[in-house]
């Protein structure tokens, strides 16, 4: 297994491969998605992943890294009511645009998060710099830190 310096150089690659740095840097998406594999050998448990960009290139990035995902896969999209499975069930969890959750439901899912303990992994994704609203106190700040575990910056 690769050390986790390597790990993470490779999950670089990724973020420059999806900021469209060459075309030929999109060769480097197997690696960094065997590198996201790897991170999850190396925790022995299912790593958050939180994906910011525009819509478009966020739909593309999803759709890639789908293959790898575990089963089964939920997904919530706002304005929908946030459905969440039971804290014992394995899986992915996918929040598109985290940052349209009210207050109440953040809180709900720090709870959850809390009582799944890595069980499933949460891929969430934002259009919109959520750390400046953690700043500002508009997004609960354990939410984004428990969301924020590996940041993918998918912008174009």
């Not at 690696?31 to 992943?49: E, P």
């Not at 999803?62 to 997904?75: A, D, F, G, S, V």
């Not at 207050?103 to 949460?122: H, I, K, N």
């Not at 609203?133 to 428990?146: G, I, N, P, Q």
Request: hydrophobic share 40%; net charge negative.
């Amino acid at each position: 297994m690769e050390n986790s310096s390597d790990v993470f150089a490779d999950a670089g690659q990724l973020i420059l491969a999806m900021n469209g740095v060459s075309q030929s840097s999109r060769a480097y998406w197997p690696k960094a998605r065997a590198a996201h594999m790897d991170l999850h050998a190396m925790s022995m448990r299912r790593v958050n992943l939180l994906l910011t960009g525009t819509e478009s290139v966020i739909e593309d990035a999803l759709t890639r890294l789908m293959p790898n995902l575990r089963e089964p896969i939920r997904t919530w999209t706002p304005p929908d009511p946030l459905e969440l499975p039971s804290p014992a069930q394995t899986g992915t969890l996918i929040l598109r645009d985290v940052g349209a959750l009210p207050p109440a439901e953040q809180r709900r899912l720090v709870e959850w998060l809390e009582l799944c303990r890595g069980r499933t992994q949460v891929v969430s994704t934002t259009t919109s710099p959520l750390f400046s609203r953690v700043e500002s106190c508009e997004f609960h700040d354990t939410l984004y830190y428990r969301l924020n575990v590996v940041c993918v910056d998918v912008a174009t």
